[in-house]
Every structure is written in C-alpha cells, then in structure tokens.
C-alpha cells in the first residue's frame, strides 16, 4: 500500500512563504494526477491544487497566484510552494491522488497563519 507523507508545515505571519512536501512510497505520480487537499477546523475538506502525470496544473481561485504546485517524479514527491500567505489559507494540509483512488490519507501538516 503506498504511503503519503507531508512535512513542511508550521507558523507563519500574513504574507509569508512556506513550501510543503509529499513523498510517496510508490511510484504513482507517473500514474496519477496528484493533488494538495486541505482541512480547515469545521470544515470539509477541499482541493487546492492538482498536477497532472503531464506536468499540467489547476488551482483553486482561492490560491491562483499565490500557490504553485510542482513535482520530482524522481524522488516521488510533490510539492507546494505557498506565497503571500493568508489566515485564511490555516488549515491542515495533504496530498493524495486526484481523482481519489483509495489511497490511505497520510497525517497531514498543520499550516498556521497568524501575526
């Protein structure tokens, strides 16, 4: 069964930087399309932004300009550069495939954006 793991996260003020990870322990990013998700307290979960097998991107409105997904097929792992970070972007962050394909979410990585 392939592992998700997502590091990267932490606290950062409004208008900051960080850039999360996402190793896998198989090779499906040459397979899937691959996306970052994110849980906000009390809310569903949502799609940020997917990759395709291609290299194509799409990004939710929310993040367009601001969030740039990208990926190492090499090292199987994908990543998200975060900039001009919000309060509004806190929120626990994974990757997974996308569509979803039953993969096992991994844990995730808290991002906190506050002064």
């Known amino acids: 069964q392939v592992q998700l793991v997502e590091s990267g996260g932490g606290l950062v003020q409004p208008g900051g930087s960080l850039r999360l990870s996402c190793a896998a322990s198989?090779?499906?990013?040459?397979?899937?399309?691959m996306a970052w998700y994110r849980q906000a307290p009390g809310k569903q979960r949502e799609l940020v932004a997917r990759?395709?097998?291609?290299?194509?991107?799409i990004y939710a409105g929310s993040v367009k300009g601001r969030f740039t997904i990208s990926k190492d097929n090499a090292q199987n792992t994908v990543y998200l550069q975060m900039n001009s970070l919000k309060p509004e972007d806190t929120a626990i962050y994974y990757c997974?495939?996308?569509?979803?394909?039953?993969?096992?979410w991994g844990q995730g990585t808290q991002v906190t954006v506050s002064s």
């Open positions: 997974n495939t996308y569509p979803l394909m039953n993969y096992n």
């Open positions: 198989g090779s499906i990013f040459r397979i899937y399309a």
């Open positions: 990759i395709a097998p291609g290299g194509g991107t």
